[in-house]
C-alpha cells in the first residue's frame, strides 16, 4: 500500500537510503543526480524509472555499469515518457490478469529527459502520453542547453545564452528566441499536476514530488539543474547559482493544479536583480559589453513580466 | 475477464482481420499502435474486440508509429505480452526503435501490412518498407494469404518468446491484395490457439522489485561489438526454434509451414523466387506452364525472410538453370534484396544458374499472369541457351522505353 | 571515511567475449533478491559487480572534503546536496565521505552552514588528521558584514 512518506525535516530525509548510486559519470555538481537522488528519497515505493539519451542516462548506464538500483530503462532520445508510461500500462494489465509477481507492492513510474529530449525531439511523446491520461510523473531536467552533446542550444535556452549552435559572437549575441513556456504548455494539456522545482530549495522540491507521486494521471515537472560544463561556472557553486535562480524569479518555483489553479511555492525574502544571475554564469558573459545592455534590460523586463503574470494567474484561479 | 468467441470451423476473413482475431487469441497485455493504411484494419479489429469485452489486456492509441514500438519496447521489458501493427511511412518512423527492439532481446510481434515508401506517397502494396527494416534484427516471417497471416501471428508469440530466442518478430503479409481481400480462414478455436502460444513467461522484467535491472545501457568500443555479435548468433540460431515451432503448429492444424517453401522445384529446371501474394501466383503459372508448354517451372518463397534461409536457399535452388528472383522495392541503385541475398547462397554453393533480378509490382502495380508467363518463358530460354537473354536487372510491367542494368 | 584498499576503477574491468556478456544487454543491481531496496542500507545490499556501487572515480579527485566531526552540527546540507552520493549519514548523524566515490565537487563545503565549516577542501595528498589538528578558526564577520 502506497503511502506518503512523513519528512518532516531534512534530518528525517537523511534517513532515506539512496537508491542512486555514485560513481557515475555525472560532471563533479552537477545538478541533476542532486534532483534524482531528491526524487528518490521522497518515496519508500517501488521505482521504475526511465530516461531519455542525454547526460542522466548517459552517465549512469555504461556497460558494464548501472548506477540504478530500481528497475531503469532507456531505449532512445524522445521516448521516456511513452517507455513509462507503456511499463505502467503493462503493470495495469498484469495486475489485472493476475501475474504480477508482487501485486501489493506499491511502485511508481517515473521519467527523466534533460530539455533537449523534453522540450524539442521528445515533445511529441510526452505530449501524448499526458493527453492519454497515463499515472506516471516526468521530470525535465532543464540545464537550458544540449549539454550531453557539448552545449547545443535547445528549445529550453534563454534569450541570450551563449550556445555552441547560437554562439555568441561578433555579430550575434547568442539566442534570439524566448526560452518555450513548457509548463504552462502542460499545464494546458489539463494535466492534474505541473510544476516548476529547484533543488536548493528542498522542501518545496520534496513536497511537489511527494505531490506528483501520489497524483493518479500523469505529471509535469521542470526542475532546474544548473549546469556547471555548460552554464560555466566552479562546480562547488551548483546549489548557489541555483539559489540566483530562484531568488532573481528568473525560475520562479510553482504548481498548478489541474491546469487552473496556480499557487506560487517561493516567494524570495530579497528579490535580487536577474543580471547578478546572469553574471555569475559564463554563458552569458557577452552580455555584459555595452553593445548588449538592452538584452539585459530586456531580461529584466521578461522576468518582472512573468513574475507579474504567475501572481495574477494566481489571484485568477484560471 | 476476456470472453471468449465462437468461431466457425471456415470463416471468412482479410488478412488485417485475421491477424486482429491472432492477437485477440494470444491475449495480448498491451497492444500499443497508430494508424496507417492499410494496417488500420488490423488495430481496428483489435480495437473493436476491446469495446466488446473479448480483450483483458491495454490498449494504447499513441500519437505516432515511433510512438507505437516504443511503448511496445517498454511494455515488453515490463515482462508481457506485446504486439502492434503497421505499414511503410509509418514502419519508417519507428525504424529506430525496431533496431533498439532487437538489441534489447525484447519479444514484440509487429504485423507489417506492407506498402510502398513515399516518395511519390503510395498506400498500395509493395515490399519497400520490408526491405527497409532488413538489418533490423528481427526475426521475419512473410504471409502469402489471410490463412497464412493468422497462422503466422500466433507462431510469432511462440518464437520470440522462447528464452533462448527472445527476439521480436515480424509478421509482413501484402498490403490490400492480402490484408483488404476476404479470403477462407480455417481458424482454431480460443482455447485451441491459446493452449498453443501458451502463458508469457517473463525474463528481465521491469516489474520484478526484487530484481532491479537496468534495460538500454551504452556500450562503447570495447563492448558493442560483442553484444552485436551475440544478438547476431541468437537470430541465426532461432532457426532451430522456428522449425521446433513450424513442427508443432503441423501437428496441431495440419498445416506445415517450411522456412523456405518450395513448389514442384523436384524437377524444375527453372524458378522463381518471390515474396508475398506473388508466390501463389506465381505457383499458378507453374503449373499451367508445365501442362502447356512443358516448361518445368518452379516456385521458391523464403518464408522465412530474416534469419535468411541461406543454406535452404542454396539446397533448393541446386539444379536449377535459370532464376529469376523477383524483388517487389524501388531497388536504390543497385540489386534488389532477394537477387542479392539469393544470388551469394547459389554462388557460396558453386551454383552457374544464370539468375535475373525482376523488380516489380511498384506501388501496387499488378502482376499478371501473363507477365510471369513472360518471365518463366524467358528464364526458360536462358537456361536452354545457356546465355541471359537481356541484362540482370529488368523491369517488369514497365510502361516507357525498357530500363535494364547490370551485366 | 570509506575508501577501498583496491579500487575498482572505471575502466580497468576485465573485457569478455560474446558468450560472457548479458543478454540483451541488460544489467542486474545485485546478485541476490531484495526485499525493497528503499528500506535496506548500502552496507546490507547485495550488489552485483554491474552496480556503480561497487567502483571507484576516486581518480578523478584533485581536491578532497575532510571532515570534522567536532564541529558539526549534522544539518545534513552536505548530504542532500552532495551529486555523488559520498557523504554517509546514518541515524541523522555524519559519519564520513566516500571517498570511493567523491570527485571533489566542493558542494559540501560550500553548503555546510557551519562556521568555521565542518567540510573544507584539500589537496588529495594531504593527511587527514594534520588537516584537522590545522583547522581554521571561526570567522569573525568584518564590521562591513555587521553593518549590512
Known amino acids: 500500500m502506497s503511502t506518503i512518506k512523513k519528512i518532516r525535516n531534512l534530518k528525517d530525509l537523511s534517513t532515506s537510503n539512496d537508491r542512486f548510486e555514485g560513481a557515475h559519470l555525472l560532471c563533479p555538481g552537477c545538478a541533476h543526480s542532486i534532483i534524482v537522488r531528491e526524487l528518490m528519497n521522497c518515496t519508500d515505493d517501488n521505482l521504475v524509472i526511465s530516461s531519455n539519451t542525454g547526460c542522466l542516462e548517459v552517465c549512469t548506464a555504461v556497460y558494464p555499469y548501472t548506477s540504478w538500483d530500481t528497475s531503469w530503462i532507456h531505449i532512445g532520445f524522445e521516448n521516456a515518457a511513452t517507455s513509462i508510461a507503456s511499463a505502467e500500462a503493462m503493470y495495469k494489465a498484469r495486475k489485472r490478469k493476475g501475474t504480477l509477481k508482487d501485486p501489493d507492492a506499491p511502485v511508481k513510474f517515473v521519467a527523466f529527459g534533460g530539455d533537449g529530449s523534453t522540450y524539442d525531439i521528445g515533445f511529441q511523446w510526452l505530449s501524448g502520453a499526458v493527453e492519454r491520461g497515463h499515472d506516471f510523473t516526468y521530470i525535465c531536467l532543464d540545464n537550458e542547453v544540449y549539454a550531453n552533446t557539448g552545449g547545443q542550444r535547445s528549445g529550453s535556452t534563454p534569450l541570450g545564452a551563449s550556445t555552441t549552435t547560437a554562439a555568441a559572437g561578433r555579430v550575434s549575441y547568442g539566442k534570439k528566441q524566448m526560452k518555450k513556456d513548457l509548463v504552462g504548455i502542460m499545464a494546458a494539456h489539463g494535466a492534474p499536476y505541473v510544476a516548476q522545482l529547484a533543488p536548493n530549495k528542498w522542501k518545496d522540491m520534496i513536497k511537489k514530488m511527494q505531490t506528483a507521486l501520489a497524483t493518479e494521471g500523469p505529471v509535469f515537472i521542470n526542475a532546474i539543474s544548473a549546469c556547471t560544463t555548460e552554464w560555466k561556472f566552479n562546480p562547488k557553486d551548483t546549489i548557489s547559482i541555483t539559489d540566483l535562480a530562484t531568488d532573481s524569479l528568473v525560475f520562479p518555483l510553482y504548481e498548478i493544479i489541474n491546469g487552473t489553479e496556480l499557487n506560487i511555492t517561493y516567494r524570495p525574502k530579497n528579490v535580487i536583480p536577474v543580471k547578478d544571475y546572469l553574471g555569475a554564469q559564463g554563458r552569458f558573459r557577452h552580455l555584459f559589453k555595452p553593445e548588449n545592455a538592452h538584452i539585459l534590460e530586456q531580461w529584466q523586463k521578461n522576468v518582472d513580466a512573468q513574475w507579474e503574470y504567475l501572481q495574477r494567474r494566481e489571484e485568477a484561479r484560471v | ?407 | 571515511m570509506r575508501q577501498s584498499e583496491n579500487p575498482k576503477f572505471l575502466g580497468t574491468e576485465e573485457l569478455l567475449g560474446w558468450d560472457e556478456v548479458t543478454q540483451g544487454v541488460v544489467l542486474d543491481s545485485f546478485v541476490d533478491e531484495v526485499d525493497n531496496v528503499a528500506f535496506l542500507k548500502q552496507e546490507e545490499r547485495p550488489y552485483a559487480e554491474f552496480n556503480s556501487f561497487t567502483a571507484s572515480v576516486a581518480d578523478w579527485r584533485v581536491v578532497k572534503p575532510i571532515y570534522n566531526r567536532d564541529i558539526c552540527i549534522d544539518c545534513q546540507n552536505c548530504w542532500i546536496f552532495c551529486p555523488d552520493t559520498s557523504i554517509i549519514s546514518r541515524d541523522k548523524k555524519m559519519i564520513g565521505i566516500d571517498f570511493d566515490h567523491c570527485k571533489g565537487c566542493g558542494v559540501c563545503v560550500e553548503v555546510c552552514p557551519t562556521n568555521p565549516k565542518s567540510l573544507l577542501m584539500f589537496e588529495e595528498r594531504q593527511d587527514i588528521d594534520e588537516a584537522l589538528s590545522k583547522w581554521p578558526e571561526k570567522k569573525k564577520k568584518s564590521k562591513k558584514e555587521e553593518e549590512k
Not at chain 2, 518464437?159 to 527476439?167: C, Q, T
Not at chain 2, 511498384?362 to 501473363?370: I, P
Not at chain 2, 524467358?378 to 536487372?393: F, M, T, V, Y
Open chain 2, 1 to 407: 475477464m476476456a470472453e471468449k468467441m465462437e468461431l466457425d470451423k471456415v470463416v471468412v476473413w482479410d488478412g488485417n482481420y485475421a491477424a486482429a482475431q491472432a492477437l485477440r487469441q494470444a491475449q495480448v497485455d498491451v497492444v500499443s499502435a497508430y494508424p496507417i493504411t492499410p494496417s488500420t484494419g488490423v488495430v481496428e479489429g483489435y480495437g473493436k474486440f476491446l469495446s466488446d469485452g473479448y480483450v483483458d489486456g491495454e490498449f494504447i492509441m499513441v500519437e505516432s508509429e515511433h510512438a507505437a514500438m516504443s511503448g511496445c519496447v517498454g511494455a515488453a521489458a515490463a515482462g508481457g505480452r506485446v504486439a502492434t501493427a503497421t505499414s511503410s511511412q509509418g514502419f519508417a518512423l519507428m525504424a529506430e526503435v525496431l533496431y533498439q527492439a532487437s538489441g534489447m532481446r525484447l519479444p514484440i510481434v509487429l504485423c507489417v501490412v506492407n506498402r510502398a515508401l513515399a516518395s511519390p506517397l503510395n498506400v498500395r502494396g509493395d515490399h519497400s518498407d520490408m526491405y527497409l527494416g532488413r538489418d533490423s534484427g528481427w526475426i521475419q516471417l512473410d504471409a502469402f494469404n489471410a490463412q497464412e497471416a493468422y497462422d503466422l501471428v500466433l507462431m510469432a508469440f511462440k518464437i520470440g518468446e522462447k528464452h533462448n530466442v527472445r527476439l521480436p518478430v515480424m509478421v509482413h503479409q501484402d498490403g490490400f491484395i492480402t490484408s483488404h481481400t476476404a479470403q477462407n480462414v480455417h481458424p482454431l478455436s480460443d482455447d485451441e490457439a491459446y493452449a498453443f502460444v501458451g502463458d508469457y513467461k517473463p525474463l528481465d522484467e521491469l516489474l520484478d522489485f526484487s530484481r532491479p535491472v537496468t534495460y538500454g545501457a551504452q556500450t562503447e568500443e570495447d563492448w558493442h561489438y560483442e553484444h552485436k555479435a551475440k544478438q547476431h548468433k541468437a537470430l541465426i540460431d532461432s532457426r532451430v526454434e522456428i522449425d521446433a515451432v513450424f513442427a508443432e503448429f503441423e501437428k496441431i492444424t495440419g498445416r506445415k509451414y517450411k522456412r523456405v517453401e518450395s513448389y514442384m522445384m523436384d524437377d524444375a529446371d527453372v524458378a522463381i523466387v518471390a515474396l508475398g501474394t506473388t508466390v501463389e501466383t506465381a505457383k499458378m503459372v507453374a503449373e499451367e506452364l508445365r501442362k502447356e508448354e512443358g516448361i518445368k517451372a518452379g516456385v521458391v518463397a523464403p518464408r522465412v525472410f530474416r534469419p535468411f534461409p541461406f543454406d535452404a536457399i542454396k539446397e533448393t535452388l541446386a539444379n536449377v538453370k535459370a532464376v529469376g528472383c523477383m524483388d517487389r522495392s524501388a531497388p536504390g541503385g543497385a540489386l534488389g534484396a532477394l537477387y542479392n541475398e539469393v544470388t551469394s547462397a547459389l554462388h557460396s554453393g558453386g551454383s552457374t544458374a544464370l539468375v535475373t533480378n525482376y523488380i516489380y509490382g511498384l506501388g501496387g502495380r499488378d502482376l499478371t499472369v501473363d507477365a510471369i508467363k513472360d518471365i518463366y518463358r524467358e528464364l526458360d530460354k536462358n537456361a536452354k541457351s545457356g546465355k541471359r537473354s537481356g541484362k540482370i536487372q529488368q523491369f517488369v510491367s514497365l510502361r516507357g522505353p525498357k530500363l535494364e542494368y547490370f551485366e
